[in-house]
């Protein structure tokens, strides 16, 4: 029998339309599918005009509240670039003894803000050095655009690439199920090749 583990806390953070509540239906199967017990949150403003969007999961053998505190989140998944930097305060601080390490999966992808300048991603990578031990930033959505014709996907193919890492102590065939089970049939081939995509790219 596999050892369960006790618990695992994940945020994802983004915007308006890039399907965080469909990535935490994902997560929120493929956890129930394996056997954990569960609790979810989502945190938006005005989420359908791209406002800043953020969702909360955390699963284990037992779990009382979705909501961690500061600096308690195992893995913060940032869908767009300047986003992750909101979420700064989940991680865990760095040289902490009593806290697992925060990894920090970060799509290399920008959203202009109105009103104010862009930061780029060294400016990024600068600020989260203080934050995180671990930095991980892959170009999802230029991947996605180039071999699915959409950047719409990046978020199943960084769920799924974390998965295949062994970033997410989930099995790859709980989250395909768990995309079957909550992706429109009209979509879901679509959804499929960007899950096997990154299953490639992870192995490659």
């Given at each position: 029998?596999?050892?369960?583990?006790?618990?695992?806390?994940?945020?994802?953070?983004?915007?308006?339309?890039?399907?965080?509540?469909?990535?935490?239906?994902?997560?929120?199967?493929?956890?129930?599918?394996?056997?954990?017990?569960?609790?979810?949150?989502?945190?938006?403003?005005?989420?359908?005009?791209?406002?800043?969007?953020?969702?909360?999961?955390?699963?284990?053998?037992?779990?009382?509240?979705?909501?961690?505190?500061?600096?308690?989140?195992?893995?913060?998944?940032?869908?767009?670039?300047?986003?992750?930097l909101k979420a700064c305060c989940y991680a865990c601080p760095i040289g902490s003894?009593?806290?697992?390490?925060?990894?920090?999966?970060?799509?290399?992808?920008?959203?202009?803000?109105?009103?104010?300048?862009?930061?780029?991603?060294?400016?990024?990578?600068?600020?989260?050095?203080?934050?995180?031990?671990?930095?991980?930033?892959?170009?999802?959505?230029?991947?996605?655009?180039?071999?699915?014709?959409?950047?719409?996907?990046?978020?199943?193919?960084?769920?799924?690439?974390?998965?295949?890492?062994?970033?997410?102590?989930?099995?790859?065939?709980?989250?395909?199920?768990?995309?079957?089970?909550?992706?429109?049939?009209?979509?879901?081939?679509?959804n499929r090749k960007t899950f096997h995509l990154a299953e490639k790219h992870a192995?490659?």
């Open positions: 029998m596999e050892k369960k583990i006790k618990e695992f806390n994940i945020v994802v953070v983004g915007t308006g339309g890039q399907g965080l509540i469909t990535l935490l239906g994902i997560l929120s199967e493929a956890a129930y599918l394996e056997g954990y017990d569960l609790r979810t949150s989502e945190l938006h403003g005005l989420a359908q005009r791209g406002g800043s969007v953020e969702v909360h999961i955390t699963f284990g053998e037992k779990v009382f509240s979705p909501l961690m505190n500061q600096g308690e989140e195992n893995l913060i998944i940032a869908l767009e670039a300047q986003e992750v003894p009593e806290a697992p390490q925060t990894t920090f999966l970060i799509n290399d992808f920008f959203i202009p803000i109105p009103g104010a300048k862009p930061k780029s991603l060294s400016e990024v990578k600068e600020e989260l050095k203080k934050f995180c031990q671990k930095t991980i930033i892959v170009p999802a959505a230029e991947i996605c655009q180039k071999e699915l014709g959409t950047n719409v996907l990046s978020g199943i193919y960084l769920l799924s690439l974390a998965v295949f890492q062994n970033i997410i102590p989930l099995k790859p065939d709980s989250i395909l199920k768990a995309i079957e089970r909550n992706i429109p049939e009209e979509f879901l081939e679509l192995k490659a």
